[in-house]
């Protein structure tokens, strides 16, 4: 072993990181890339006096761990699962003598939850650090609180390139070291190549691959943002370079083919990698000498508002830059090609979010209730959850029985938290194992997870078949993995057999608010119960379907794309999820007919799944809604001078804002058993008017009287609601004998002057004055058009009448 590690930079330090897991059992190491951190610290605690049980190393990809466990397998002629073995979700390689075990950040959080004191670990090295993945957060954070209170002598060593190594080593306490390694000094050469904007991602790292292989030796590796970018990069580079093998590796790849990419071509040809960013760390790719790197990462973020987890493309921080340029330089001088322009380098972030500031943190929250915390933040944490992302997840955890309402686990929650899954999947597959289908459940809950695994496509349950019939490694190894989770969940409930159900309907029972609804005859929108819109590809065969259950979709809140679904029926929904469904009778405003309508509905949620008419609606509640749209009427139900005249006399309680508060009073009555608003003007004034106490109603009558009563006895009513108001139309003969101004209370009552025809003559606030000047030129005017009426000089002076001169001479004689 010792042979197998001279060339390695780490060896230098090998003595610091035993000195440290001897003494305090707690360090930070901070070592470049090609140091050998991985592969050559475990190893070398293996013989210390404190080691007599099992060092775990979590590792945040499957591919990582399994080839770290490999390689260190090989340094000591030994094969996987002997001394030294690995754990993934979809592969294991294990033996009674195993010491050192690779796990992935997941199945350790599940390990060290289901025994928190960790029995028969001595250490546990957390590599990578740096990427802040969620369950390396709190895989830390759990292994440092059972340190602190169970395991005084557990070791606890952080491991990584980048990180900020003081920070971590404040958070393992007192006495925890930063140790840090020198890396290989080969030389590395960064060449900018820029940025198209026009130009698809396969199309760019396929003319900047072609360009280093022409100025180049040795392989060559690209990082690319996705598997779909990948493939069609591929299949560019094969038609321009048919003898070289163009090799993808990301987490859908099988393990034969992840071990091809990793390893240099047996027939001693140069080939090229395509790469997410799973080959970032942890991993040395043999023989490559040249990166291209298009500059982008794909991850994966929560979408609150939607309740999904969506894929977003961004730019690779300066941190993955690095680590991914070291690729080139891990074992003899290098060149990195970057597809961006050098002067915007600096604008990129400095380092990729942790994924607890963006991930869902339902699986999180569940997983520190079995802890037995209730509230996160009192963990050692690098970085606090967030409390609405917490809060969140304690809602969605709720509404799955799985916490009460003060945020403990119930014995539901229990059952869901023990299977190494998340939540909602967890739920889907104990609702098959209570009905003797978990082995159904567990493989469509898979589907929702591992992407390609029985083709591609959004129907899942198309995708279920051909992977049922599918006899790859991979198709293989997923059964595999399904099958123990289903035994895990028939292990925690008593299923009573039934007939076989569609399995879309576990997956139903686990996500209620993503049963969705066609919206449209072409399939593209749906409704989902929970009250969100999706989209669905129109040429998908889903888009036939009258219901769905949506397993995964992409995008933001508003019209998120529907990636992976099941087609159910509304007779499954209601035979088995019918504790779902809601019938209740609705009251609604019907605007085209302009009166209220009861429906007596069924509802899943946000979708109507019948309607009719309700033939016994609640009588209070018609009246409850007409009342509101009432209210809602209230300026074009009243006469507007009653409110007018209630703003000019200062009368409160006739204001919109008060007749709307008084509304159970004064209008609650007059509508009772009634479907329209057809109330006659006068009923509702004198009802208005009786929320007025005795004061009020004197006031209004007073400061606001109706009606003008002219000298000549004649009544006119007073506008109080245009911009002149107060005023009143008058016939000017009927003023005679008036030698002072009317007034509203202390404004002059315009006075709207007529002819004898009720034609306008002029308008005035100020009648003496009127008499006194343009009286004279309308006196001429009228005296010319209405002859028989009398147009004094001085009619301040005459008897008020509207009677002809020959009329009013008579009654005078």
Not at 13 to 31: E, K, S, T, Y
Not at 448 to 466: F, K, M, N, S, Y
Request: aromatic content about 4%; hydrophobic content about 40%.
């Amino acid at each position: 072993m010792g042979d197998a590690m001279t060339a390695l930079p780490i060896e230098a330090v090998l003595p610091d990181i035993r000195a440290a897991m001897a003494g305090d059992g707690a360090a930070v190491l901070v070592a470049p890339p090609g140091a050998g951190k991985t592969t050559a610290v475990a190893p070398a605690l293996l013989d210390a006096d404190w080691c007599k049980g099992q060092i775990i190393i979590t590792s945040p990809r499957r591919v990582a761990a399994r080839a770290a466990a490999e390689r260190m397998a090989e340094m000591l002629g030994e094969k996987p699962g002997e001394t030294i073995g690995y754990l993934t979700r979809l592969d294991s390689k294990q033996s009674a003598k195993t010491r050192v075990l690779v796990v992935t950040e997941a199945i350790f959080v599940n390990r060290i939850i289901d025994d928190p004191e960790l029995a028969g670990v001595s250490a546990v090295l957390f590599d990578e650090a740096h990427e802040r993945h969620l369950d390396s957060d709190l895989g830390l954070a759990l292994a440092l609180e059972s340190r602190a209170v169970l395991r005084d002598d557990l070791r606890v060593l952080v491991m990584s390139a980048t990180i900020d190594g003081a920070r971590f080593a404040g958070l393992l306490g007192e006495g925890a070291r930063v140790i840090e390694s020198e890396g290989r000094s080969h030389p590395l050469e960064i060449r900018w190549l820029g940025t198209s904007p026009d130009a698809r991602v396969e199309d760019a790292v396929a003319g900047a691959v072609m360009h280093a292989w022409r100025e180049t030796d040795g392989d060559i590796l690209a990082f690319i943002p996705g598997v779909g970018e990948i493939e069609r990069t591929r299949e560019r580079l094969e038609e321009r370079l048919p003898d070289t093998p163009v090799l993808p590796l990301h987490g859908q790849v099988e393990p034969a083919g992840q071990r091809a990419a990793i390893r240099r071509d047996p027939q001693g040809r140069r080939r090229i990698v395509l790469a997410t960013a799973i080959a970032e760390t942890s991993l040395t790719l043999d023989g490559v000498s040249v990166v291209v790197d298009s500059g982008l990462s794909r991850m994966a973020e929560y979408d609150k508002a939607a309740g999904t987890n969506h894929l977003v493309t961004r730019r690779a921080s300066q941190a993955a830059s690095a680590q991914r340029a070291g690729r080139a330089a891990r074992q003899g001088p290098g060149i990195a090609y970057r597809l961006w322009e050098q002067h915007g380098h600096a604008g990129r972030p400095e380092f990729s979010p942790p994924e607890i500031e963006t991930a869902d943190l339902t699986p999180l929250v569940l997983s520190l209730a079995k802890w037995g915390t209730t509230e996160p933040a009192s963990l050692p944490w690098i970085d606090t959850p967030p409390e609405a992302s917490v809060e969140a997840a304690r809602h969605a955890l709720r509404a799955l029985g799985a916490l009460d309402e003060e945020g403990r686990i119930t014995p539901w929650g229990s059952q869901i938290a023990t299977l190494p899954m998340d939540p909602v999947s967890g739920a889907a597959v104990l609702f098959g194992a209570e009905i003797d289908q978990a082995f159904d459940a567990a493989k469509l809950v898979l589907l929702t997870q591992e992407r390609g695994l029985g083709g591609r496509g959004e129907d899942l349950l198309h995708r279920l078949d051909r992977w049922n019939s599918d006899r790859s490694a991979r198709a293989e190894a997923s059964r595999k993995l399904a099958s123990r989770w289903a035994k895990a969940a028939e292990r925690l409930v008593s299923g009573a057999s039934e007939n076989p159900i569609n399995p879309a309907v576990h997956l139903a029972f686990a996500r209620p608010d993503f049963i969705a609804k066609r919206r449209d005859a072409s399939g593209e929108q749906w409704l989902a119960a929970g009250g969100r819109g999706f989209q669905l590809d129109p040429a998908s065969s889903l888009a036939r379907a009258e219901w769905i259950i949506i397993g995964d979709a992409q995008g933001q809140a508003k019209g998120a794309r529907i990636t992976a679904a099941a087609e159910l029926t509304v007779q499954e929904i209601e035979q088995h999820l019918h504790y779902l469904i809601e019938k209740r009778s609705v009251i609604r405003w019907n605007e085209s007919e302009k009166r209220v309508e009861a429906r007596l509905e069924k509802r899943l949620g946000s979708i109507t799944i019948s309607s009719g008419p309700d033939p016994e609606p609640d009588p209070q509640a018609l009246v409850e809604k007409l009342v509101e749209k009432a209210v809602d009427k209230l300026g074009e139900l009243l006469p507007p001078d009653l409110l007018a005249r209630a703003r000019f006399a200062g009368v409160d309680g006739l204001t919109i804002e008060a007749l709307a508060l008084s509304a159970d009073l004064w209008l609650r009555p007059l509508l009772a058993g009634r479907r329209d608003l057809g109330v006659a003007k006068g009923a509702l004034v004198d009802a208005a008017l009786g929320v007025l106490d005795w004061n009020e109603r004197q006031r209004l009558d007073k400061d606001a009287p109706r009606h003008f009563t002219s000298p000549a006895g004649t009544t006119h009513a007073i506008d109080y609601t245009g911009d002149d108001a107060p005023s009143t139309e008058v016939r000017v003969q009927a003023l005679f004998g008036l030698d002072h101004h009317p007034m509203i209370g202390e404004t002059p009552l315009l006075l709207k002057l007529t002819s004898p025809a009720g034609r306008p003559i002029q308008s005035t606030r100020d009648l003496p004055n009127f008499w006194r000047g343009s009286w004279d030129d309308v006196r001429k005017d009228m005296k010319g058009r209405y002859p028989k009426h009398r147009w004094p000089e001085e009619p301040w002076t005459e008897k008020p009448s509207l009677k002809t001169k020959n009329a009013f001479s008579k009654s005078e004689g």
